[in-house]
């Protein structure tokens, strides 16, 4: 049995350089992301300052439909341990010990978070870093600037719980917010059955308005271009690339198309979700939630185009939590 080891974590801080000076060794590091909708296991290979995703392992645990009167459930915690369990057996097979668990909206938004980690740690030997909205929006923006080279906007990440939004300048985070609504989160509490009617719709969007209205922007400023992070986002890419027959590796989502998915979707829903069975059917249910969440924001800041990245907050914390302090360890 691989003696495990954890990094307990101090508080945000971004560093400088994403490795000690002089760091030229090339390590395994793994990353558990414990999400309200999925939980994802990711591998990475880091080496000079850079890293190399190995493997990326996902499994749909839903622990957003577990949460009752505000509290995740027995049943939704016994879930979430079944899955680490599942993910140790796999990092200890391949013999990778440093290993960092944290946990986003599915952990943070609900009244008995120490007792989930608590648990967790207790039955699965991972100790849980539960991420702020904030930090977690941070994290995004940290993530995706390792991989483009963004300057000025705003970063949106639609998750299953919440939705992460962080307004930018200069390479620097002016204002970092978090939303406590999701794809997957809307649908449970506005949609009965399958795909929302639109009273339901209209009851999604007025919800995520009004959330909306609660958050303060630095420079309240028309962005042309928002840059988007998260599977809902990915998902609205592929199903706009084949509505509109664009090319299958266009990660550009124009206001325009996306606002024409849902205009379609009010006439002709079976049509969309055959489109959405056929790009992405494991989010059959919780996309056009999503959908109607980006449109939302989108139309806030007056974004024309929504550039979907495939980096976030796993890379953000890697970057930032992990190689930044590579020397650092803990018992």
Known sequence: MIDMQWRRRGPFAAPAKPFAAGWTATLIYALVDVGANSIRLSIYEAEQGSAKLLINKKDTAGLSSYVKDGALSRDGIKKACRVLTGFRAILENFGIADVHVFATASLRNISNTQEAVDQIEAETGFFVDVLSGAEEARLDFIGISHTSNIRDGILIDIGGGSTELAEFSGGEVLTA????????????????????????????????????????????????????????????????NQMFELPDDNQEISYRNLNEILRTYKTAKDDVQRSILQTSPERVHTLVPGMILLRAVAKRFQGDIILANNSGVREGYLFAKVLGKAGERYA
């Open 177 to 240: 917010s978090s939303m406590p609504v999701g794809s997957l989160n809307l649908f449970l509490r506005h949609v009965r059955g399958i795909l929302p009617n639109d009273k339901m719709c209209r009851e999604i969007r007025a919800e995520v308005e009004n959330e909306l209205d609660q958050l303060v922007f630095a420079g309240k400023k028309r962005y042309s271009y928002l840059y988007g992070i998260g599977g809902t986002i990915r998902a609205t890419a592929k199903l706009a």
